[in-house]
């Protein structure tokens, strides 16, 4: 079955940097988008990056443009990202999703917490 993983959340002091890793399985993950999504205490989920199957192809919202950075290792079904200079607005429950499969599907992850704060 399909399974997304994620990992590196934590506290982090505003300015910091982080790296967030989603490891898949159950599906073909060299011919998959891949995308990062967030949602913060009380709003909605929201696009945060998206990378394209061979990862030639990127994608950011404007809140993080130049300050995040999408990456995947195919040989290891991982989907990456990088945050930099991190700001309280980053606080959030940060989510991998797979682009639609062949089922007809997305499939999300569980979720892995990233809080900035002094």
């Known amino acids: 079955q399909v399974q997304l993983v994620e990992s590196g959340g934590g506290l982090v002091q505003p300015g910091r940097s982080l790296t967030l890793s989603c490891v898949t399985s159950?599906?073909?993950?060299?011919?998959?988008?891949m995308s990062w999504y967030r949602q913060a205490p009380g709003k909605e989920r929201e696009f945060v990056a998206a990378?394209?199957?061979?990862?030639?192809?990127?994608t950011y919202a404007d809140s993080v443009k130049g300050r995040f950075a999408i990456s995947r290792d195919n040989d290891a079904n991982t989907v990456y990202l990088q945050m930099s200079n991190l700001d309280p607005e980053d606080t959030a429950v940060y989510f991998c999703?797979?682009?639609?499969?062949?089922?007809?599907?997305?499939?999300w992850g569980q979720g892995t917490q990233v809080t900035v704060s002094s």
């Open positions: 999703k797979t682009q639609t499969l062949q089922d007809g599907r997305a499939y």
């Open positions: 159950g599906f073909t993950f060299s011919d998959t988008g």
């Open positions: 990378i394209s199957r061979a990862g030639g192809s990127t």
